[in-house]
């Protein structure tokens, strides 16, 4: 879908450099969330509120466990997800 390759492109460009780091970890978070938003809207698709959820981890053989509710319409709501991981880069 067009979503998904933005929000691929989106965090593929921001991610590429970045080791990880807690103390900046909100920031990028925030940046990420924003900028996905941005570019998604560019794609004028007809929708009434455009959601993102970004979450940033260290990779140390945890497990992660996300939960979220909101009101659906299987008519008209959709959803798209990415997973970036750098294992060549140390953390992610």
Do not use: P
């Amino acid at each position: 879908s067009k979503v998904k390759e933005k929000i691929k492109e989106t965090i593929d460009e921001a991610m590429k450099d970045k080791e990880y780091n807690h103390k900046e970890s909100e920031k990028l978070s925030i940046e990420i969330s924003n900028k996905i938003r941005d570019n998604v809207k560019e794609l004028d698709i007809a929708s009434y509120k455009i959601v993102v959820q970004t979450v940033i981890g260290e990779i140390g053989g945890q497990g992660v466990r996300i939960a979220s509710k909101s009101l659906w319409d299987d008519k008209n709501d959709n959803w798209a997800s990415y997973t970036f991981s750098n294992v060549s880069k140390r953390g992610f």
